[in-house]
């Protein structure tokens, strides 16, 4: 599956299948998150809520990649990432662009 951030495919003609979204909510255990608090009054990369994210994006990805497979898509234009925080130490990512079939 082809995943691009364009809007077109050089040389290639599309057929728009859809939107395609996949996304998940993830968290890092208390005690992670504990030690990440602690971590802010000294500086530096929480690598605890770096590694959820990295992990997040990469599930959200495959899930849009699922949807989009399921609409018969030979690709998705346009992709983009979304993230929100749900609650205290949880964020949602989601992965979006259009299906498209090439014709």
Do not use: C, P, W
Request: without cysteine; charged residues 20%; proline residues 0%.
């Amino acid at each position: 599956m082809l995943i691009v951030t364009s809007e077109t495919i050089s040389g290639k003609n599309l057929e728009m299948l859809g939107v395609a979204i996949g996304s998940t909510i993830q968290t890092v255990n208390a005690f992670k998150d504990i030690g990440s608090g602690l971590k802010t009054l000294v500086g530096g990369e929480l690598g605890s809520y770096t590694k959820m994210m990295e992990d997040a994006r990469k599930i959200a990805t495959s899930r849009m990649i699922e949807e989009a497979e399921k609409m018969g898509a030979d690709a998705v234009i346009g992709m983009r990432y979304a993230t929100s925080a749900v609650m205290q130490s949880a964020a949602e990512v989601m992965a979006y662009g259009t299906a498209v079939k090439f014709v």
